[in-house]
């Protein structure tokens, strides 16, 4: 089984400046790694994922994200947000089936 | 691609009656998912399908819980004697599997309140 943490319930930010939004798993075997958003009355929508590779994945919006191994973590980044990244962004697990374990989200404020 | 639609949006009922969600995937997609999503908290999955098979159920769906996708297109999830703590959004998802590489596309979800 898989699991997720989402080390930040809330990050408040102002525009133009970084963010990182913190995500650790545990698994007991290989997993796939991925980092959803959920702007307000949307469905979920995929921003990256980690499957096998090169460990910075880069996603939609200029987010991206390090899949760090020794550390079970995978940390979403963006270097300079607007107005427009406010949301709620999860991070997810899953082994080989798909079958997402998700984390209890970060909600992002980005203020002017 | 009209992306994956959950019909209703909102469903309002009382303690004990039973209700029905309905999730259109995208066309051609084989698999379909099923989470719930409480407040403050991320989705946990319920159950899927590959076509018309129902593959895994969570330990999380009571017996008062049922899942079908009768033909492989479109699915319902029923819940039977509604309690308060059914309470949530229920999502849908749907991909089509194409070796390792699988791709979720959610719905916007039926949001449930049980009074």
């Known amino acids: 089984a898989q699991s997720v943490t989402q080390l930040d319930s809330q990050v408040p930010v102002f525009e133009e400046a970084p963010v990182e939004l913190r995500c650790n798993y545990s698994s007991s075997v290989s997993v796939y790694l991925f980092w959803y958003v959920q702007y307000p009355n949307q469905g979920l929508q995929l921003l990256l994922k980690?499957?096998?590779?090169?460990?910075l994945v880069k996603g939609i919006n200029g987010f991206e994200a390090e899949f760090n191994k020794s550390q079970t973590s995978f940390h979403l980044r963006k270097p300079s947000v607007h107005i427009s990244d406010t949301a709620e962004y999860f991070c997810a697990v899953s082994g080989f089936d798909y079958k997402l374990s998700f984390g209890a989200g970060t909600t992002v404020t980005v203020r002017a | 691609d009209t992306g994956v639609s959950q019909d209703p949006r909102h469903k309002i009922t009382k303690r004990g009656q039973n209700v029905t969600f309905r999730c259109d995937p995208i066309?051609?997609?084989?698999?379909l998912y099923w989470y719930r999503q409480t407040l403050g908290q991320g989705p946990e999955f319920l159950t899927y399908f590959q076509n018309e098979a129902q593959l895994e159920k969570s330990r999380l769906l009571s017996d008062r819980f049922s899942a079908e996708r009768p033909k492989g297109s479109f699915s319902t999830l029923e819940i039977q004697r509604t309690e308060q703590g059914d309470s949530a959004m229920y999502l849908c998802?749907?991909?089509?599997?194409?070796?390792?590489?699988?791709?979720?596309?959610f719905g916007s979800g039926t949001q449930l309140s049980v009074l």
């Open positions: 066309s051609e997609h084989n698999r």
């Open positions: 998802a749907s991909s089509l599997v194409q070796g390792a590489n699988e791709k979720l596309f």
């Open positions: 980690y499957l096998s590779g090169s460990t």
